[in-house]
């Protein structure tokens, strides 16, 4: 019975008032009944509900989950229209030379990819980012994936934690376009403002790109295993429910408020 008085006061306009032995439900237009607190068996049950459809609760119900669902897609849309604009057109400022760390910049051959060390700023980033899109052999684009602006906004938050550590994956450029590699880790840099040193691959061929990112990514119950817990899939399911639980119980409106997305946090 608790169920489907929590259902009626879900319902706008619909008002639940509870005394010691039932739920005082009203639709809209001022129209009452009560329903036990306590189911007493089947026919209580049915009659609750019984009860409840003279108030049009199911068309009420119906109509709020349509209303429902329309507004989560239209939240959905503005997010991604947000996104769209925010990176659409980066900050572009001058090449500055490269530094690198640990070593020295040198070109091995013409053509031939060459790796280093290199501190990349918001205005390195940007440039790579604008460049037009690297070109296949045979005349197509090379297309990025669409940004996540989740990922950007997390690799964003560990470098202004100071937690950024440099790694084998970093940017992959061609002789000639954009990266075809790196862009969440590039907008990191461009909207944090910060220089952080990245290993850089020059002259890489544009069709390596279908080679790349191609992997698994360690999950949450991997990284557990990782660290020695035991039962590592149910703890990371149950971690899942209280971190979307928790979103929701302080009104998260960001991109990561979704239980799809909610491993970007």
């Known amino acids: 019975m608790a169920d489907l008085a929590a259902a009626c006061e879900k319902l706008p306009g619909w008002q639940v008032a509870l005394n010691n032995s ?3 439900i009203a639709n809209p237009a001022g129209v009452q009944t009560s329903i036990p607190r306590r189911v007493g068996g089947r026919s209580s049950l049915a009659n609750a509900k019984k009860a409840l459809e003279g108030l049009g609760f199911s068309a009420a119900l119906a109509q709020h989950k349509e209303e429902s669902e329309k507004a989560r897609k239209q939240r959905i849309a503005a997010d991604r229209a ?3 604009a925010k990176f659409v057109a980066p900050r572009v400022g001058k090449d500055p ?12 051959g013409d053509k031939e990819m060459y790796t280093v060390t290199q501190q990349v700023g918001p205005d390195q980033a940007a440039e790579w980012l604008n460049r037009p899109p690297a070109v296949l052999p045979d005349g197509r684009a090379v297309l990025q994936r669409p940004l996540n602006a989740g990922h950007v906004q997390y690799l964003k938050d560990v470098i202004l934690r100071g937690e950024w ?3 084998p994956q970093g940017v992959s450029l061609p002789t000639e376009g954009a990266p075809i590699d790196g862009q969440h880790r590039l907008w990191a840099i461009v909207e944090s403002g910060a220089t952080v040193p ?9 069709e390596t790109f279908y080679a790349i990112d191609t992997g698994k990514r360690r999950t949450l119950a991997d990284q557990l295993a990782i660290l020695g817990e035991k039962n590592s899939l149910h703890l990371a399911s149950f971690g ?12 998260d409106t960001g991109t990561n408020r979704y239980w799809s997305n909610w491993s970007r946090a």
């Open 198 to 206: 990245i290993r850089v691959t020059y002259n890489v061929p544009p």
């Open 97 to 108: 030379a490269p530094q690198t760390v640990g070593g020295t910049l040198t070109v091995v």
């Open 82 to 84: 947000k996104v769209e």
């Open 240 to 251: 899942k429910m209280l971190y979307c639980w928790d979103r929701w119980r302080d009104g």
């Open 165 to 167: 550590q440099l790694t």
């Open 22 to 24: 039932s739920f005082k």
